[in-house]
């Protein structure tokens, strides 16, 4: 595998709105149901009532930008006949999560081992980030597949809910604290360090950005054709869905995987109680038979 050169990412916009003053009414509790019942509708997640300081810090910055003064107003306008752009912005704001790279490092370690025992000397191997937020995990799982593969056939498709993050994932640009978790020859060989008044930050090298593919997906709804893989990773997002909710994803996203395939959830997630149609392996690892 070729090095890359240590160079910089050109000047990127730091800009950023600044946030109105306005004061809103606080959320009532009923306000608070209707944004439930609407995640859930939508994004098949579930909010538990601890997490109305969340929903309210999370769209207070929106609210105020459209100059309304109530979580009710919000609402309103979420429920008008041409929202569509703004029911998308709401799921974007309510469905951030935190990631990092190399995240439960076992699972990558696993992904390098599985992906020398089934290479296919010319056939193309797929690998899905089913809920890839930031795009920390689908770079982790390139830059495996890097060195396993090589410049042979291979791809990862990375896909969110947040069309949000996904826009600033496939800039595949990141503070430069984020680089903890990546092993140092991955981070000589795939991350250019920023120069200037950008040595705070590292960017994904194109020849790995150019692998992963970022698309919008909503594992809530069909996901048209999109298999097969090889590997899925969904991680550390059926801790918010209901039992129904997570047997529903969990088969839809089965289904992608070709026979034998893996699927690999969080260490903090099982499948027991949710899916027969997979075998556990190892410890939050399961294959397709």
């Known amino acids: 595998m070729r090095a890359h050169p240590a160079s910089g990412p050109r000047e990127w916009n730091t800009r950023s709105a600044t946030p109105c ?3 809103l009414k606080p959320i009532t509790d009923r306000e608070f149901a209707q944004f439930q019942r609407l995640i859930h509708q939508i994004a098949g997640i579930s909010l538990s009532p601890a997490k109305k300081a969340m929903v309210c ?3 207070a910055k929106r609210v105020r930008e459209l100059g309304l003064d109530s979580y009710g107003d919000y609402l309103q306008r979420l429920a008008g006949r041409h929202a569509q752009d703004e029911l998308q912005t709401a799921v974007d704001l309510l469905t951030t999560n935190e990631t990092f790279f190399f995240r ?15 290479r296919r000397p010319g056939l193309m191997f797929r690998a899905w980030s ?3 937020s930031s795009g920390e995990e689908p770079y982790s799982i390139a830059m495996v ?4 593969l090589g410049d042979g056939p291979w ?6 809910i947040s069309r949000r993050v996904l826009a600033r994932a496939q800039g595949g640009c990141y503070a430069m604290e984020r680089a903890e978790h990546i092993p140092p020859q991955y981070l000589r060989r795939y991350c250019l360090r920023g120069i200037g008044s950008k040595t705070d930050t590292f960017l ?3 020849f790995l950005r150019d692998r992963v593919r970022f698309v919008p997906i909503n594992l809530n709804a069909a996901l048209g054709n999109i298999g097969p893989f090889d590997v899925v990773f969904l991680r550390n997002v059926m801790i918010y869905f209901d039992m129904a909710t997570k047997q529903q994803v969990v088969a839809r996203v089965a289904a992608t995987l070709r026979s034998g395939g893996i699927f690999i959830v969080s260490h903090s997630e099982t499948l027991h109680g949710i899916s027969d149609a997979l075998e556990q392996i190892a410890p939050s690892v399961y294959r397709k038979p």
């Open 21 to 23: 003053p306005m004061e």
């Open 57 to 59: 810090g999370r769209l």
């Open 104 to 118: 439960e490092k076992k699972h990558f370690e696993f992904l390098a081992r599985h992906v020398q025992a089934a």
């Open 130 to 132: 089913a809920a890839c």
């Open 145 to 148: 597949l890097a060195e396993c």
């Open 155 to 160: 791809e990862v498709v990375a896909s969110d």
């Open 204 to 206: 994904i090298e194109r």
